[in-house]
């Protein structure tokens, strides 16, 4: 009996792991919707393969819940894995296959694999249908292991670190091939990464993670208009870091001292004159620095 | 037409995108009836999510710079014209809120500025 038609591709509730004395997951909670582009993000480490892992059903939540199309992923492994592409890290490809064989292999095991788009991919990502895949580029690699992934159409598309350890050529090619699937099928993305300019051009929703926690997320458009940088310029060189409150991070010398803030713009703007200093710059800051700055204040955010 | 998106840049995606296809039409660059691509082949170009290229169209069509015509794409409006203008203004409105603020910063009048621009002016003309 299959689950009835959900709005949320994904729904984690209260999900922790520990490994040994390591919480690798520490109550996370989010919620994905059908046909969204959404963004992990967090440095290596963080719990972004971790978080995956319970997607696919690989590990079982030991708190919590976690759902996939209204299904428990470890409950009914076959319905839910049909209906995920993964593209994992590490692009396990069977390194004495070509990619002819590896196409017609993988497609056995899918009753939704459509041949003519496996084909029409395989000719956009330039793959020599006569190679053997251990002669395959890195590029290669994470081109045929997208390909296997876009192939049977998928409802939803899991990548772990895409782009990881690829030129720029080649992210761009990555990339490019996502937003075709998204414009072209609407169908959910999950890719998790810590290169954010690929969040900001790509993501509708992003999540931050930092030692196993989500410290942030939302769209990805509240997100940016939520937080802004701050130039302060004080008369008197100040020897020590002003203490503003609902600065996430500061950093500078003397007289002028930079803020990345998250909201209470009023506020900050009063500390700082209490403080005899005055706005001489303000703009919205980029998502590096927005996680650089959460990641250093290690404050979670109240969801958006 | 050549668009680029800057990632890091403070303006929305959605919002540097509409801006630069202003310009284009107010630099007559693309007149009224030219075609401006479908929205996912723009994405894909652009290599951004196409919900930030439509966001950009709904911005243009609400501006009346750009018009949809069912099932056959989006235009760039015949009453571009008068509009482009308006666009052309408030886009050098921008530029100058910039030029006052920071004219502010380096404690440069607005007498001193205007001097400035005059002479800066001329010289261009040369």
């Known amino acids: ?304 | 037409m050549q668009l680029h998106v800057n990632t890091g840049d403070g303006v929305p995606i959605y919002l540097q995108i509409a801006n630069q296809i202003k310009h284009l039409v107010g630099a007559r660059r693309l007149v009224p009836g030219d075609e401006i691509p479908p929205i996912r082949v723009l994405a894909q170009q652009l290599v951004i999510n196409p919900n930030t290229v439509a966001r950009a169209y709904l911005e243009l069509e609400r501006a009346g710079v750009v018009i949809k015509r069912h099932g056959s794409g989006t235009y760039v409006s015949e009453q571009g014209s008068p509009l482009a203008r308006k666009e052309r203004l408030k886009i050098l409105s921008q530029r100058i809120d910039s030029l006052l603020t920071e004219a502010g910063h380096l404690e440069i009048n607005d007498e001193e500025l205007f001097k400035l621009i005059r002479e800066r002016s001329e010289t261009l003309r040369r």
Request: with cysteine; glycine share 8%.
């Open chain 1, 1 to 304: 009996m299959s689950a009835p038609e959900t709005a949320n591709a994904v729904e984690i509730q209260g999900l922790t792991r520990k490994f040994k004395d390591k919480l690798a997951l520490d109550n996370v909670s989010l919620r994905i919707s059908r046909g969204r582009v959404f963004g992990l993000a967090g440095e290596n480490g963080a719990g972004k393969t971790t978080l995956i892992k319970h997607i696919l059903g690989l590990l079982k939540a030991e708190r919590g819940t976690v759902r996939v199309f209204g299904l428990d992923p470890v409950a009914r492994p076959a319905e839910v894995l049909k209906q995920i592409g993964f593209l994992s890290e590490n692009r396990d490809l069977p390194a004495w296959m070509r990619v002819d064989e590896l196409l017609r292999y993988t497609g056995a095991f899918y009753p939704t694999w459509d041949t003519t788009l496996a084909e029409q991919l395989r000719e956009r990502f330039c793959l020599d249908p006569s190679a053997r895949v251990k002669t395959l580029s890195r590029g290669e690699s994470a081109k045929a292991g997208l390909l296997l992934a876009l192939a049977f159409r998928p409802d939803l598309l899991l990548l772990d670190e895409p782009s990881s350890g690829l030129d720029p050529i080649v992210r761009r090619d990555i990339l490019e091939a996502i937003i075709r699937t998204v414009a072209d099928e609407g169908r959910t993305v999950i890719f998790s990464t810590h290169l954010l300019d690929e969040v900001e051009r790509v993501a509708d929703e992003i999540a931050m993670m930092f030692h196993g926690k989500i410290v942030l997320s939302g769209p990805l458009d509240e997100v940016k208009e939520n937080h802004y940088r701050m130039v302060l310029r004080f008369e008197t060189p100040l020897a020590v870091e002003p203490k503003i409150p609902g600065a996430l991070s500061i950093r500078g010398s003397g007289q002028e001292w930079t803020l990345i803030c998250n909201g209470g713009r009023q506020q900050t703007i009063e500390a700082a004159t209490r403080l005899g200093g005055r706005v001489v710059a303000e703009e919205t800051p980029s998502l590096d620095e927005v996680f650089i700055a959460r990641a250093a204040s290690n404050v979670s955010a109240p969801k958006a």
